[in-house]
């Protein structure tokens, strides 16, 4: 296991990873980060991220991650791969997977790269929210622990907050770990899989559904993340399209300052 | 290489691919589709969707692929080998990887699925715009070849086309294969990539590029493609955030008649 420090949290925990046979690693699922069925897809993607942050050949920060969840993971042990897949002068490419039974229930690739001051422009628009110490927190969800891992603070399209008039399937939020925690980019990386699927959202009730792929980019380097500490980031989640049994999922993540995190996309199967 | 039919077209030749050692297929850089430096990367995409969708093992359709562009692609021979990483009942995972002299070049992860009639809703919107016979063809660039394999018509943000008022780095355009060629999911994937870098349109000069990452989610099925047939599609690509060496794009591909057939999203590496 990773070694334990003053802050130490329970994310820490559930994203954490012990040398196994090889090269390979060994983590488990985490009891409080547990969704209806299952892992969060957030903490699972955490993991598969921190599999390539702790590799001793890793260069740079990450740019983008993509994970695909393959399979549904069962409770307990996992082992998980991480491989450079090319290494080139700013730029590395990876792929990780994460495997039970010998069988690929999860797997990942990314890209990571030495950040370097450069020209720079944000057009995405942050968005006009009151500041979270406005808005109200949502008690978590008892039937789905990991909600209880986060404070949240819903805008719109939240469980008991209404959608937006104008955007059916938009969720805004002030979310941080909770306990709070230091943003870095595991944590960021969960927190882009932490917002309700946008068909519960937009259609006002449950459907069963489970995201196929996730990907992320990484807007801000460490030292954007690290100024940002424990506070809140604003998050904003829409659909673009929902039909022939799956959805999409775009989301931005911001800094209390209004500066762009991440950005997010994803891809989810439903069933009705 | 794939049985050549009445409606062969360039691009099939650029992505065609004959079978190689053990499961693998061999292909060959294709000189029409060549970009600047090295191979259009929207073929490479293609090309690496087709190792999946020419494969035996395969269910359904693509919901989403996810490339990386890892390093250089030289003129020439190249090998491809797909491999389902995890089959479910109505999903599968995909991996496959682009080799040349035994390194990756470049590599992909891909969702295929059996598509079925659901509950259905498109939140985005179809923009206003003129339709494709009102709007101007642009001439192909001569110094880069792949932009004569399609008839481009710009709204905003094209070469020599004014850049949005409201959006700076916004870029509507119809387009399709020149020739006209049958949309399938290989050209759609192709087209996905065929915006030109929004740091160009939202600098209004070029500076060194090459996309890292590029995920596509596919809203389409094979009936909605084979209804657009050779008609133009309308492409509209904007950016999120410029800045460390890295921009984003995001790119919703639409029908003649209103329908989202993709969307696409891509993080690149710029150099000033």
Redesign the interface.
Known sequence: MQPKTASWHTLDEAIGLSPGEGDGHIGFTSPPYQNMVGPFGGVTAATLLNSIMIDQQRQGQP??L?V?F??PIEEGEFSVNAKA??T?R??Q?W?TELLQSG???A?A?A?T????????????IFPDVPPADEVSVVSALSEIPWTARYEMRFIDGGPGVAANAE???LTRLWIRDEPARPLDFQSLTAICDAFFPRIFV??GQRVPIGT??L?T?F?A?SNLLQAQGTKPVLGVA?????????F?Q?A?VWSTEGA?LA?S?Q?V????
């Open positions: 740019v983008s993509t695909h393959a399979a897949m090319r080139n700013s730029t490419h792929s069988k690929v229930a797997f690739s890209v790269a030495r950040r370097r001051d450069t020209w720079e422009a944000t057009d995405a955007h059916p399937s937009r259609r196929v792929a990907t980019f807007h380097d829409r659909g673009l399209n929902f039909g022939k049994g799956f999409d775009s931005e762009l950005s996309h891809v199967y439903f069933k009705d």
